[in-house]
C-alpha cells in the first residue's frame, strides 16, 4: 500500500462496510504490540522489510488502529509520532516502487512532448557536463498536476516549480513534498471524524492510546509542553472565528447561544481540559480549585456578556446561574467544587449546531477546514504554532501548518 488514504485504501475501508465496522474488526485481530511497530520505525536506521512489504489488509489495519487511537488525542504528541513515522514509512514504498499510481494526490508522468526542449535542457541541467548522474536525476521534472489540485496543496512560492498549460511540473522531491502535505491533511480530516464517535470505540482504541501516549512522552521528553493538548494558558488569538464574534457581543437572539453555551463551554474546556479523554468528564476530575474558573473563565464570560446589546447580565441576571449549570455545577450561583458533577458539563457545540443555531457566527477561515468542532479547530491552531517552533535540525527542516 502506497497510500492509506488513496484508492486501494478507500476499497478495502468499503470492504469492511465503512470505517465503523473496520474499527471494530481492527480491535480484534490486531495486537497492540503489532500497531506500535508502526510508531517505533523513527529510531531505527532501516525500516524493518516486514512493515514495508506488508500486504495491504495488515497495512490498512494497523494504520487505522492508531488512528483510532488519536480520537482520545487529536493535535497531541502523539499525532506528531504517528504523522512522522508513518510519512518516513510510505515514503520509502513510493520511493522504492517509482510510481506515483494510486496516491490522493492525482500526479502524472511527464512526456517528453509536455515540455519545450529548450525549457527542459535548462530546468533539468541536461547541459551541465560537470553534473553527475545521481544530482541530474533530482533535477529531472518527472511529474505533472493540474494546477488547480497543486495550488490546493503547495505552500510554497510558484517560482519554485514550472508550470505551463495549467500544469505544475515536478522534481520527485518536489512531488514528494506535496504528497506529504495530502497526507497530513487527510490525517487530520480521518482524526476529525473519528473524534466525534470516540466514545463509541471499543476498549481496544484506549489502551493503545496510553501506550501510544508513552512513546510519544518519551520521543518529544525535552519538549513536551508545546504541543502535548493539556491545560495551558488561553490563546486568544488562535481562537476559532466562532469564538471571536461571541466574545464581541452579539444581538440579544444570539445572546443566550454565544455566551452561555458556546463561550462556556469552549473556554472552560480549552482552558482546563483541552483533551478530554471522554465527554462526561467532571470539572473536578481536572482542577482541585475554582481559582481558574473564577479568575480566568468567569471574567471573560461576563465581559463578553457585559459586550451584548443588550448586556446579557444586566438584563437577566439569573443567567449567571445557568452559566455554572453549563459547567456542571447545577443551577448555583455560590458553586463549591464538591458541586462538580451535580449537571453535564457541556461540550462544545459541533460546528454543525453552531452553522444551524447561530449561523451569524459562522465565519469559516482557512483553519476551520475539515474541522469538526470549535476545540478541534483551537487545539489545531496550537499543534500547528508549537511545531512551526520546533528546533530546525528536528526534521531536517522547518515545517509549515
Not at 70 to 82: R, T
Not at 244 to 272: C, D, H, M, Q, W
Amino acid at each position: 500500500m502506497l497510500d492509506p488514504f488513496g484508492r486501494e485504501a478507500k476499497a478495502i475501508v468499503r470492504e469492511f462496510g465503512g470505517i465503523e465496522p473496520l474499527l471494530k474488526r481492527i480491535a480484534k485481530y490486531v495486537g497492540i504490540e503489532s500497531a506500535l511497530r508502526r510508531v517505533e520505525v523513527l529510531d531505527l536506521e532501516e525500516i524493518p522489510e516486514d512493515i514495508l512489504n506488508m500486504s495491504d489488509h495488515d497495512d490498512i489495519m494497523t494504520f487505522y488502529a492508531l488512528l483510532g487511537a488519536l480520537a482520545f488525542s487529536p493535535y497531541g504528541i502523539e499525532m506528531e509520532l504517528v504523522r512522522r513515522s508513518n510519512v518516513r514509512i510510505y515514503m520509502e514504498r513510493i520511493k522504492r516502487s517509482g510510481s506515483a499510481s494510486g496516491l490522493t494526490i492525482p500526479l502524472e508522468p511527464t512526456k517528453s512532448s509536455d515540455i519545450p526542449g529548450r525549457d527542459r535542457a535548462i530546468l533539468e541541467k541536461t547541459l551541465h557536463g560537470e553534473i553527475g548522474e545521481e544530482e541530474r536525476e533530482k533535477h529531472r521534472l518527472k511529474y505533472r498536476i493540474k494546477l488547480s489540485s497543486f495550488l490546493r496543496l503547495w505552500e510554497g512560492s510558484l517560482k519554485e516549480v514550472y508550470v505551463r498549460k495549467g500544469y505544475a511540473y515536478l522534481t520527485e522531491e518536489q512531488a514528494l513534498k506535496l504528497w506529504e502535505k495530502a497526507f497530513e491533511r487527510n490525517l487530520e480530516r480521518s482524526i476529525n471524524l473519528l473524534y466525534e464517535i470516540r466514545d463509541e470505540l471499543p476498549g481496544y482504541y484506549g489502551q493503545l492510546y496510553e501506550r501510544l501516549s508513552e512513546l510519544a512522552r518519551e520521543r518529544f521528553k525535552e519538549r513536551l509542553g508545546k504541543f502535548s493538548g493539556k491545560a495551558q494558558p488561553l490563546r486568544f488569538e488562535l481562537f476559532p472565528p466562532c469564538v471571536k464574534e461571541a466574545l464581541k457581543g452579539v444581538p440579544s437572539g444570539l445572546r443566550n447561544y454565544a455566551i452561555t453555551v458556546l463561550l462556556t463551554s469552549f473556554l472552560s474546556y480549552a482552558r482546563i481540559c483541552p483533551n478530554p479523554p471522554k465527554r462526561d468528564i467532571r470539572i473536578k476530575d481536572c482542577i482541585s480549585d475554582l481559582g481558574v474558573i473564577e479568575n480566568e473563565i468567569l471574567p471573560v464570560i461576563i465581559e463578553a456578556g457585559n459586550r451584548c446589546k443588550p448586556p446579557l447580565f444586566e438584563d437577566q441576571p439569573h443567567e449567571i446561574k445557568n452559566i455554572w449549570y453549563h459547567l456542571g455545577f447545577g443551577l448555583t450561583d455560590k458553586p463549591s467544587l464538591e458541586d462538580s458533577g451535580n449537571s453535564t458539563w457541556y461540550f462544545p457545540p459541533n460546528c454543525d449546531k453552531i452553522r444551524a443555531n447561530a449561523p451569524q457566527l459562522c465565519k469559516p477561515d482557512r483553519h476551520c477546514r475539515s474541522i469538526k468542532n470549535p476545540l478541534t479547530y483551537y487545539l489545531r491552531r496550537l499543534y500547528i504554532e508549537n511545531r512551526s517552533k520546533s528546533p530546525q535540525n528536528e526534521e531536517g527542516g522547518e515545517e509549515n501548518g
